[in-house]
């Protein structure tokens, strides 16, 4: 596959702007940074973003783990693409390691 774009974000507000990247740890990990754009002309009534990461990753079951908040969750990528909602808070990061399950 020819990935250009293998780590996306989407939210649901479109004043927020979820913005982030990827790396791989010493134990075979990725591990996702996303980050909630700091913009001081926003209001505080903004709260959370609910975003959904997508990825271009091979197909499987994974595991991703909130590092944060020590929360995990599961997510299929089927035909090259997946991906998981979290939240994340007004002007925060979230930091997620992603395992692919192996088959025993």
């Known amino acids: 596959m020819n990935y250009h774009h293998p780590l996306t974000f989407t939210d649901k507000d479109p004043d927020a702007q979820i913005t982030g990247y990827g790396f791989y740890d010493q134990k075979d990990r990725l591990i996702v940074v996303a980050s909630d754009r700091v913009d001081f002309n926003d209001t505080a009534a903004r709260k959370a973003v609910a ?54």
Do not use: K, P
Not at 58 to 81: K, P, R, S, W
């Open 51 to 104: 975003t959904h990461v997508e990825l271009q990753l091979a197909n499987g079951h994974y595991t991703v783990q909130d590092l944060m908040h020590n929360t995990t969750q599961g997510f299929d990528v089927v035909n090259g693409v997946g991906g998981f909602d979290t939240t994340i808070a007004r002007w925060d990061t979230g930091v997620y390691a992603i395992s692919h399950d192996v088959a025993a």
